[in-house]
């Protein structure tokens, strides 16, 4: 497999500033991002693999610390226990030296089809002190051997999901379904 270019579709929630929804096909390796709602952000991506190694490449930490934070940005520790009620840890590290965790769990795991992780609650259901999003990452054959990769990332509040808008949401996404697709076509 070849990884092809990709490229961004950024798009917002309807009546927005910067115009309505894209709702056309996607295109092998183009990213199409959206502010779905107040509370709702949402990447979708075709991926020129299968849905078994692009679900392998979130659930193997090796390859995880590969393409999981968007450079310069790293994924310097991750620790993964894929089952429901399984804890996560993923440590991002900036350029500056700043090390940034984040704990969760994973409420609901389907081998190859399905991810849902939480921030929510930290390790063997400790409430964390403050949620910030919930993410559903779905796998879907698409045919010929391709994926079609859609995340909701589904925040507790209005300000939460600006927030993360702020941080980079869109462009950060969209550079780590790029980094993701580079490396399912090498694996």
């Known amino acids: 497999m070849t ?16 115009g309505p929804i894209s709702t056309g096909p996607i295109s092998t390796g183009a990213t199409r991002t959206a502010k779905i709602s107040e509370r709702e952000l949402t990447l979708t991506r075709i991926i020129d693999a299968p849905r078994e190694t692009v679900f392998r490449a979130w659930s193997d930490p090796e390859l995880m610390q590969q393409w999981f934070a968007p450079k310069p940005y790293k994924a310097i520790r991750v620790e993964v226990d894929q089952r429901p009620g399984g804890a996560s840890l993923i440590v991002m590290q900036g350029p500056d030296g ?10 609901e795991v389907v081998p190859n089809e399905r991810l ?15 949620p910030f999003m919930t993410a559903i990452v779905t796998f879907e054959a698409a045919g010929a051997g391709k994926t079609r990769y859609h995340v909701r990332c589904l925040h507790w509040t209005a300000e939460d999901c600006a927030a993360h808008e702020q941080m980079g949401f869109h462009a950060g996404w969209a550079q780590c379904a790029e980094q ?7 694996i």
């Not at 849902?116 to 403050?130: H, L, S």
């Not at 993701?180 to 090498?186: C, D, F, P, Q, T």
């Open 3 to 18: 990884a092809q270019a990709g490229t961004v579709e950024s798009t917002a929630a309807p009546n927005s500033a910067t």
């Open 98 to 107: 700043v090390e940034i965790p984040c704990p969760g769990i994973y409420p």
């Open 116 to 130: 849902v992780f939480t921030d929510a609650y930290n390790k063997a259901w400790e409430p964390a002190a403050k």
């Open 180 to 186: 993701l697709a580079e490396l399912v076509a090498r």
